[in-house]
């Protein structure tokens, strides 16, 4: 069989598809430590749901947190009860939502664009920087990407169907794509998906495809999956519905109550970076899809569909009193598969570039990243650096790899397009994608400072009987994952201000005085301290011992008991006891002391 032949028989392409992407998501997904605050939180969440058995209610250390809908959580709480927690388990769902998107969006390029199209566009996408990044970061966002995405597709599915009953169940796979959305990140699942649409029928004179798109099958299909768990939340919370809905969406949006507040321009700059290695080619891209009059304005309905995606949820998020850079991941895959429109063509009759602009953009940059790279490693002040100082030989040889893949595909962009045509610009910037973007997930992996997991080990090494163990000063979400277990969180209030009105937390949140009482108390407890604090701690005098068992640039980890190893050498370096001589150091078995060992 000619390889003509075996690339265009039925499913080829896909599976193809589906190999390479799952290779590239789920490539070394559990190299990097849970980071905190995001990725601890998203996990101890579902953590708390599995060991209560508590669906409804999310809590967060034991305190209820109503910030988020459940759906994310539920997914996590399968993953733990399938395949317990690990950084590689908790990042499946993540990497598999961006999987999916990926699919979906090859899916819907191949039906308007051809099935070239279709790949390029599902490589676009899986090669941005921040999808890439999130489909492999315990977050929310890329299932509310996911699904908002499917409900657009399928609206604008539904709408260029002429079979009218295969248009009904496109219409009607919107509304269950529409209530997951709403049960991933709230109204905005529905209300932007909504709006979207009808703004694009009111501009393209569809209005004979509201009947379609607001049929009542699908409206109930909405209801029934979207609606229970807000019924349950009320009924059992009687601040549910204010906080809910009132301080999570009408004041996120409208006020800075969340502190996250930007330039009307934040988003310009995230979709620069975004988007990159493919940023160049969005202005052509955009500006071939453009009608080319007013009146001509129903001449590309599918594009213009895509260019409201975009814009709508733009400028949404843009006017927004609360911005992260997530926020605008849903705009992806209409711009994916806009630039896919225009390169997949020229890539089938092997012409050149339709924007060379974007060619250039990207050799510029990335050429000029790489050359940066070493000569940012030359530099004394970036080896002082407490932040990056630390890894920079540790990382070094991923590092300058990454910089000889960014020069040399630069230089590929620019001198393979006068023999290869696009094509030779395409497979400098796929690679640039795929290799540059591994290469930062490698050294994430390897440079991570995020993490308390160091100091949670040697805490799990040496508690035995589930003893308490606190955070003080600020929360470590990533220290109740991996101790299985909640934690005392001291003198630091977050994310618990709402929880705190509805139930007694005081288990849960401490002031320094009453945590001193517990810690210098008869029974032993651990303690994980932020390292710029742990002089404050130390010098406020509430210690009256201290056994410290671990430090690390981030945190320092204690137990207010000295402990033993297998071999009965104390483990404090040092041991601190306010009540003895200062020449004590304590042994086993002292009776002065509690003295415990690894068994």
């Known amino acids: 069989m000619k390889l003509d032949e075996f690339w265009n028989r039925r499913g080829v392409a896909l599976s193809l598809l589906a190999l390479a992407l799952a290779a590239f998501f789920f490539f070394d997904i559990g190299g990097r430590n849970i ?6 939180r998203y996990i101890e969440i579902p953590r708390e749901m599995v060991e209560t058995g508590d669906y409804v209610l999310p809590r967060l250390d034991g305190i209820l947190y109503f910030e988020k809908p459940p759906l994310f959580y539920w997914l996590e709480a399968s993953a733990i009860k399938t395949l317990g927690i690990a950084e590689w388990t908790m990042r499946v769902w993540p990497a598999l939502l961006g999987f999916l998107g990926c699919l979906m969006t090859y899916g819907v390029g191949r039906r308007f664009y051809g099935r070239t199209a279709g790949l390029v566009s599902a490589a676009i996408l899986a090669t941005t920087l921040l999808y890439y990044a999130l489909a492999r970061f315990i977050i929310i966002d890329m299932l509310e990407s996911v699904t908002m995405s499917a409900a657009l597709f399928a609206f604008l599915l539904s709408a260029e169907e002429e079979d009218e009953k295969k248009a009904l169940w496109w219409a009607r796979a919107g509304h269950v794509a529409a209530a997951l959305a709403v049960l991933s990140k709230g109204l905005i699942g529905v209300v932007l998906p909504g709006g979207i649409g009808l703004l694009w029928i009111a501009l393209t004179g569809r209005w004979s495809f509201v009947r379609r798109a607001l049929c009542p099958s699908g409206i109930l299909i909405f209801l029934a999956i979207s609606v229970p768990w807000h019924v349950l939340a009320a009924m059992r919370n009687h601040d549910f519905l204010w906080f809910y809905f009132v301080h999570e969406h009408l ?3 409208t006020t800075e109550v969340h502190r996250r507040d930007g330039p009307l321009w934040y988003f310009v700059a995230v979709l620069a970076v975004g988007f990159l290695p493919w940023t160049g080619y969005l202005w052509s891209a955009a500006k071939d899809a453009l009608p080319s009059s007013w009146k001509a304005r129903g001449e590309k309905p599918v594009e213009l569909f895509f260019l409201l995606w975009a814009a709508v949820i733009f400028v949404f998020f843009s006017i927004s009193s609360s911005k992260l850079p997530p926020y605008i991941l849903p705009i992806f895959p209409p711009l994916a598969l806009l630039v896919a429109r225009v390169i997949a063509p020229r890539l089938v009759a092997g012409q ?6 974007g060619r250039f953009v990207f050799a510029g940059f990335f050429g000029v990243l790489g050359v940066a790279i070493p000569i940012a490693y030359s530099l004394p002040s970036v080896h002082m650096n407490g932040n990056v ?8 040889p991923i590092v300058f790899a990454m910089a000889a893949v960014f020069v040399l595909t630069a230089l590929g962009a620019l001198f393979l397009p006068h023999r290869f045509g696009a094509r030779g610009s395409f497979i400098s910037v796929i690679v640039a994608g795929v290799l540059g973007w591994t290469g930062v997930s490698l050294v994430a992996s390897q440079a991570d400072p995020n993490s308390v997991k160091p100091a949670a080990e040697i805490i799990n090494a040496y508690r035995h009987h589930r003893e308490p163990v606190a955070s003080f000063g600020t929360f470590f979400y990533d220290l109740p994952v991996y101790i299985d277990d909640k934690i005392i969180v001291v003198n630091n209030t977050g994310e618990f201000e709402f929880g705190m009105t509805q139930e007694d937390v005081s288990q849960h949140l401490m002031s320094v005085e009453k945590f001193s009482k517990l810690w210098n108390g008869p029974n032993l407890m651990f303690m994980v301290v932020r390292t710029d604090l742990f002089r404050t701690w130390e010098a406020n005098g509430s210690p009256l011992r201290m056994c410290v068992i ?27 006891d306010l009540e003895d001589r200062p020449d004590f150091h304590p042994v086993d078995p002292d009776p002065q002391t509690r003295h415990f060992f690894v068994e």
């Open 251 to 253: 004041m996120r949006f």
């Open 389 to 396: 100082g630390p890894y920079l030989d540790m990382v070094k």
């Open 550 to 576: 671990k430090r690390t640039d981030r945190a320092v980890a204690l137990a207010n008991y000295p402990l033993f190893d297998d071999k009965k050498h104390m483990i404090c370096d040092p041991w601190y």
């Open 35 to 40: 980071s905190s605050p995001d990725e601890g």
């Open 352 to 357: 050149k570039d339709a924007g060379p602009i």
